[in-house]
């Protein structure tokens, strides 16, 4: 027999075998960066790569006006945008037809524009810059380059006077110089882009106030997404960001406890982990810590074959990599996931959407002529932290361009039902119909006769019940890629009272008999939105899930504001972006909600910054301000349920002096685009009677519900699962 030590000494180092695959995975995505460098055609925000690509070829050809000007939109999407002016003046004072001089003044007048954002709003950096309405903080302090962008602006409307995207971008320079609306010339005017809205009497308009910056949380970068969750098991709620750059890290914001936050990247083992323009947050192996999923390639098409990462929490404040010993590990273009419990094992399954072709990729990418597909899949959770894949399962097969997927149980049958927005194409409902006699879900795509298949050019979506009567109801937000390069024409012609082009979301009422009502219209979400990164909470505590939406698009004309709607009793939404100072014009990516200063109101965490390497912005943390009134929060702990209790449905029945009411709410990570916290966050309004009589929780794959009398109000609930 050999020796025992020996014996020990042949086994597997399991924590050497995952040092090993996380480094793996640190050298992959060390591998696109230097396949950027190399190829960096290929990637539409590798600005810099292409300058220096491009910077001999401009020198041996110092005649070709056209390669001159590509090179100086290359500089106008770097960080180093000045670069581009004396090339585009060269240009527009030797090339005098119609069609250069368009080229030239539309370029520099952009130009200009983006430079006096960096100078104004990042330099010299306040928390009011760039929110509209603007603030007396807000007007540039350093006028020249505004004052350039007007000059060239003017040239051009005195041209194409009918171009509404000269007129919008002509209206905010004017309210950066501190001159609109008096000196803005009244053919051009759109009116109101100062004022604040109008409510009806009663709602309760939540006031925030970016404190980014002031908390140490302000990461100056391009788009990509956040999550918020207590990843380091103290009580306090952490932020996990990224950014969709080749070489910027995830950054991991740990929560101090007393308000402010500090970066523990490193500490946390995540040196070298790159990328990401979305992420979800779970729990996918019960340990009580929420894991990491990011994903990558969205838009890329064949460019976009980068690996997602599945980041495990390892419970002391550190993460590892494991997407390879997982099962995860793929190179598919992707931006979405969503977990849910599917088989009701107690463990989270995920369904990840990847983005086969279409022909709208063409807006970014040049996609390949016989382009391989990238099958959406399901990955069933095995309980040992690995995954088995399924293209297809009974019911369920997805080749398409996915852009958005939520969980949500439409029938109150206790199994989750998938939503998948596409992109181009009609959305995709798959209502679940069980297990089979092998124990494997079983679906049923009825999205047709359940009428949600619009809009057709949808990005984020997610379930939430709007008007809480106990159904999931569903909201899709549109993103038309039809006019992507037209998008602050479109938000002039709203804002003048004209006809828009582009589709409106989509929020649809359930039924209660798995089908839909399309209710936009009489519920006041037929806008202009151009979403991105999304999310949705109860923002003034009356009860009632509101929806913040993230705009923009990769063009730096498209700098339109964020948008802040407010639900009023579930029966209509109010607009209130410029009374709620949310309306940041950076573009607006991922969005996560959550009380992260413990005072019983949802504050939110936004990744700013567009496309392009020279779009970026610092992240905004708004802070509500506002009177938090009656709350009430609660964290659940499943047992046979998954751990994290995601699925879970709670009903809260409130009483107000005679009256009672229901609340309800299911345990998710909220939009598609961001990812909130799985904490419960109940607004019980502002009476001085209220009180909660009863939780009332229906666990995943649970029978009875666990029912919770009489739980104190404006406080925090840990309750754990009953057998």
């Not at 581009?84 to 007048?109: C, G, K, R």
């Not at 005017?189 to 604040?196: A, S, T």
């Not at 009701?344 to 399954?349: A, E, F, I, M, P």
Request: glycine share 10%; net charge negative; hydrophobic share 35%.
């Amino acid at each position: 027999m050999l020796p025992l030590v020996v014996f020990l000494s042949c086994q597997p180092d399991i924590k050497q075998i995952e040092l090993e695959n996380h480094n793996r995975m640190v050298a992959k995505l060390d591998s696109i960066i230097t396949d950027a460098r190399e190829n960096p055609l290929k990637y539409f925000y590798a600005n810099e790569y292409r300058i220096a690509y491009l910077d001999s070829l401009v020198d041996a050809n110092p005649g070709h006006a056209q390669l001159h000007y590509y090179f100086a939109l290359e500089h106008q999407n770097s960080p180093g945008i000045e670069k581009s002016i004396p090339i585009l003046q060269n240009l527009a004072s030797t090339l005098t037809d119609s069609v250069s001089q368009l080229m030239t003044n539309e370029a520099l007048a952009i130009s200009f524009l983006r430079l006096a954002e960096v100078t104004n709003c990042i330099e010299n950096y306040t928390p009011s810059n760039c929110i509209l309405p603007f603030d007396e903080e807000a007007i540039h302090q350093n006028k020249s380059y505004i004052q350039s962008s007007i000059s060239h602006l003017e040239f051009l409307l005195d041209r194409y006077p009918d171009n509404y995207s000269y007129h919008w971008m002509y209206n905010l320079a004017h309210i950066a110089n501190g001159t609109y609306p008096v000196e803005t010339d009244p053919d051009f005017l759109i009116p109101g882009l100062q004022d604040y809205e109008e409510f009806p009497a009663g709602l309760n308009v939540p006031r925030f106030s970016d404190t980014g910056m002031m908390k140490g949380v302000g990461d100056n970068r391009i788009s990509g997404s956040a999550c918020t969750q207590d990843f380091t098991g103290n009580g306090h709620l952490d932020i996990f960001t990224t950014s969709y750059g080749f070489e910027n890290e995830v950054i991991l914001y740990a929560s101090d406890g007393q308000g402010g936050f500090t970066n523990q990247t490193h500490a946390a083992g995540l040196k070298g982990i790159m990328g990401g323009l979305n992420i979800e947050c779970a729990d996918i192996n019960n340990s009580g810590f929420a894991d990491i999923l990011i994903l990558r390639g969205a838009w890329l098409a064949q460019h976009g074959k980068h690996p997602n990462s599945l980041l495990r929490n390892n419970g002391d404040g550190t993460f590892t990599d494991i997407t390879i010993s997982s099962g995860l590990y793929e190179s598919f273009p992707t931006q979405t996931a969503a977990f849910a419990d599917i088989n009701h094992n107690g463990y989270l399954d995920i369904f990840i959407g990847n983005e086969s072709y279409s022909e709208w990729q063409g807006f970014f990418v040049d996609t390949e002529e016989d382009p391989e597909p990238y099958p959406s899949a399901i990955f069933i959770n095995n309980g040992n932290e690995t995954f088995s894949r399924y293209e297809t399962l009974i019911g369920f097969e997805l080749n398409e361009f996915v852009k958005g997927a939520s969980w949500g149980d439409i029938n109150n049958n206790g199994w989750p039902d998938l939503y998948v927005s596409v992109m181009g194409g009609n959305n995709r409902l798959f209502a679940h119909r069980g297990l089979d006699d092998d124990g494997f879900p079983k679906f049923e795509e009825i999205s047709q006769t359940a009428g949600v298949q619009q809009p057709l050019f949808s990005f984020p979506a997610w379930f939430f019940d709007y008007n809480n009567n106990g159904l999931d109801d569903l909201f899709v937000v549109t993103y038309d890629v039809r006019v992507i390069n037209n998008v602050a024409d479109e938000i002039t012609r709203e804002r003048l009272g004209q006809q828009t082009r582009s589709e409106f979301s989509r929020l649809y009422k359930n039924m209660g008999n798995e089908t839909f009502r399309d209710v936009t219209e009489e519920s006041g979400l037929n806008a202009v939105m151009f979403g991105m990164g999304v999310n949705y909470g109860d923002l003034n505590n009356n009860g009632f899930p509101d929806i913040y939406i993230g705009t923009g698009a990769p063009d730096l004309s498209a700098i339109i504001p964020n948008r802040l709607f407010l639900n009023q009793n579930g029966h209509r939404f109010y607009e209130s972006t410029a009374a709620s100072g949310v309306g940041h014009l950076q573009k607006g990516h991922g969005v996560s909600m959550a009380d992260l200063n413990g005072n019983g109101l949802l504050d939110m965490y936004i990744v700013l910054g567009g496309a392009v390497e020279g779009d970026f912005y610092h992240n905004a943390l708004f802070e509500n301000r506002s009177d938090p009134g009656n709350w009430l929060v609660v964290k659940l702990e499943g047992v046979t349920a998954n751990r994290q209790a995601i699925g879970a449905k709670v009903e809260a029945v409130v009483r107000d002096q005679e009256a009672t009411r229901s609340l309800h709410r299911t345990v998710n990570t909220g939009g598609s685009f961001g990812a909130n916290n799985s904490r419960i966050h109940f607004g019980l309004g502002h009476g001085e009677s209220v009180s909660v009589e009863s939780l009332i929780i229906k666990w995943p794959g649970s029978g009875e519900p666990q029912i919770v009398e009489n739980p104190a109000i404006n406080t925090i609930h840990h309750i754990r699962q009953e057998h």
